[in-house]
């Protein structure tokens, strides 16, 4: 069992950065590949970026490429997503999950986190 919980979301104007962070129990945290989603209101949840287990591969969707950094330190627990650049259409809740495949679609992750509000004022 992997129990995640995000935080570093909050309210930022356009252009501006946040970097979400998501710790993770559990002993077995570097087995796991981990991705991070998101979901806008009326909207299904889709992948953001994802990094396998020793950090050495990393996918992003085409539309923060550039602008959001996936990074995890498996000393810590914990894995993070550097936003920059932010645009008003990155609103939406962000969640990050854990699972044994790197990969793009939410049903390969196991584990999921509550989820933290990111707000992106024009």
């Known amino acids: 069992q992997v129990q995640l919980v995000e935080s570093g979301g909050g309210l930022v104007q356009a252009g501006g950065s946040l970097r979400l962070s998501c710790a993770a129990s559990?002993?077995?945290?570097?087995?796991?590949?981990l991705g991070w989603f998101r979901q806008a209101p009326g909207m299904e949840r889709e992948f953001v970026a994802g990094?396998?287990?020793?950090?050495?591969?990393?996918y992003y969707t085409d539309s923060v490429k550039g602008r959001f950094t996936i990074s995890r330190d498996n000393a810590k627990n914990t894995v993070y997503l550097q936003m920059n650049s932010l645009k008003p259409e990155d609103t939406a809740v962000y969640y990050c999950?854990?699972?044994?495949?790197?990969?793009?679609?939410?049903?390969?992750?196991?584990?999921w986190g509550q989820g933290t509000q990111v707000t992106v004022s024009s």
């Open positions: 999950a854990a699972g044994p495949s790197l990969g793009r679609r939410a049903y390969l992750y196991d584990f």
């Open positions: 990094i396998n287990w020793s950090g050495g591969i990393a």
């Open positions: 559990g002993r077995t945290f570097r087995n796991y590949a």
